[in-house]
């Protein structure tokens, strides 16, 4: 096959669809293997930021990002023409949820409509944006066959999760392993060849990009149950007045059998709240109801009015009713030491506040300020001069830069929801 040669030497030319938190990495990591690539995108924010060198995604080194950008190794553009220079090409766009909780897929199909008359004969299209099952066969493959394309003959089509984990230090896009499935043999032949070539990692290769697909979902699926599960404890042993922190730590000691998950004010990210539901709606087509998972997602939802709630009694036994009090949300950020606020807890935990006529403020060193999702209003981040002045400080998010050995002395009360004061004792700190 030409491709797998043009692989092999590297004068594939490499087409990422969608510059964000899966694509841009992406880009720049092929980059990095010594491929040129092209970036596609709608947002001429992200393509005059990547022309320019400018990095906007955490996850991405700026220096690694202005060396690929400053060799011409990575461009970006909004000119679908410039396909037909691809010869590979990774779709990263968004998968949300509409207002019904039911996929979203026109972000997908408006990319592959934009490329589907540039796209040359021998390319590869690799969908890797988070859906459900049949995504790839439904969606994608009837639109190349319309344009005369035969799948594994003219064109190789194929589907591989994202697995992108922003924050973490050990695991970034080029050294976590990769899961492909092709539509037919010759898709996955060439989709293996191409990510062993740009990957630092083992490529896992399924049957189909059905099984792919499915794959990314039951990851996430088993995380939000776990979670779910860790949420529930939590709740219950809050109530027989049992540390669920203490019982977690116990249970860790065991060494097989024991996976542990913690508690927290809510899920966050684009994955976890969100994948669960892509199973629930399709498992709908074949008349199965998908109850755990579904049950796991009201568990985790109600855990920001579990929160609220737990404040608001710990206000109580001060004599502090919580429509009074003036509140500090320490933490904004969906996970520690990022700046993604894609479905962050606090944005459910305000509107419980504010439907409750609450006071507060935030603070989070990574988000300055942020607009709600769910009531459409920008909250701006303070200082943490006045600590004092606050009735109540709510841990959302444990960031290293906080030092909780400063701040807890200086506050009246303390309400953790992360196990950030591990190994600090006050009479002033309560634990979820």
Known sequence: MKLKQKIEDKSAVIGVVGLGYVGLPMAVTVARQGFRVIGFD???HAVDSVNAGRNYIGDVDDDELRLVVGDGRLSATKDYSQMSEVHAVMIAVPTPLDKYQQPDSSYIRAAVNAMVDHVQPGTLVVLESTTYPGTTEEIIVPVFEKRGFKIGKDIYVAFSPERVDPGNVSYKT??????????????????????EAILDAPVC???????????????????????????????????????????????????????AFYPGPGVGGHCIPIDPFYLTWKAREFNYHTRLIELAGEINVAMPQF???????????????????RILLLGAAYKRDIEDMRESPIMNIIVELEEMEATFDYNDPHVPEFTNELNHKTYKSVPLANIESYDIVIIITDHTAYDWGEIIPRARLVLDTRYATKGIEADNLARL
């Open 42 to 44: 709608v947002s001429d």
């Open 174 to 195: 080029h050294n976590t392993p990769k899961v492909v499935g092709g539509v037919t043999p010759a898709c996955n032949e060439v989709s293996a060849h191409f990510y």
């Open 205 to 259: 290769m399924v049957s189909s990009p059905g099984a792919a697909e499915m794959v990314k979902i039951y990851e996430n699926t088993f995380r939000n149950i776990n979670i779910a599960l860790a949420n529930e404890m939590t709740i219950l042993c809050d109530r027989m007045k049992i540390d669920i922190w203490e019982v977690i730590e116990a249970a860790k000691t065991k060494p097989y059998g024991f996976m």
């Open 307 to 325: 929160v609220v709630g737990k404040a608001a009694r710990l206000l109580n036994k001060r004599r502090v009713a919580l429509s009074q009090s």
